[in-house]
């Protein structure tokens, strides 16, 4: 699946979004290596910290449904630039391979980048004293 058509995805996922509180609407498609999209949008919550992004919601679905390595991610939103992902979802999606992740918005601006990136001199399980490396191996 090309960016256009994942971006397109996304577009379709955000008009799921539940935003009652910022009005900001993301949608999120997650592509995985083995071609399948993963969807996953905001969730707010009248608690407002306890609301989720629509990045991690996309990586907990495919981790969910099994899959660890993705081609893309695409996320959009009706923002003046092409919608960047906070720091929080920066550090979850470094946890997993993502070979380009697609800003876009509604409007047609697009940016694509690499999760590092993005997220430059990441944390991540190299500097723990046990590696956890359970995405490398699905059936561990
Ligand atoms: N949000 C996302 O879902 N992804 C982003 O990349 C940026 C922010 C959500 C969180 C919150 O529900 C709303 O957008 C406003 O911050």
Known sequence: MNDKDLTAR?????SRAYAPY?????GAALLGKS??????????NASYPVGICAERAAIAAAVTAGERAFEALAIIADSPV?????????QMLVEFPI?????????GD?????????L????GAAVLPEKETAHEDPHR
Do not use: D, Q, W
């Not at 996304?10 to 955000?14: K, N, P």
């Not at 910022?22 to 993301?26: P, T, Y």
């Not at 071609?35 to 707010?44: L, P």
């Open 35 to 44: 071609g399948k999209v993963y969807g996953g949008v905001n969730v707010e």
């Open 110 to 118: 697009v940016c694509v980048m690499t999760p590092a990136e993005l």
């Open 22 to 26: 910022s009005g900001f609407s993301v």
């Open 99 to 107: 070979a380009r992740i697609i800003l876009a918005n509604t409007a």
């Open 10 to 14: 996304a577009a379709e996922f955000r």
């Open 82 to 90: 092409p919608c960047a992902p906070c720091g929080m979802c920066r």
């Open 120 to 123: 430059p001199h990441a944390f």
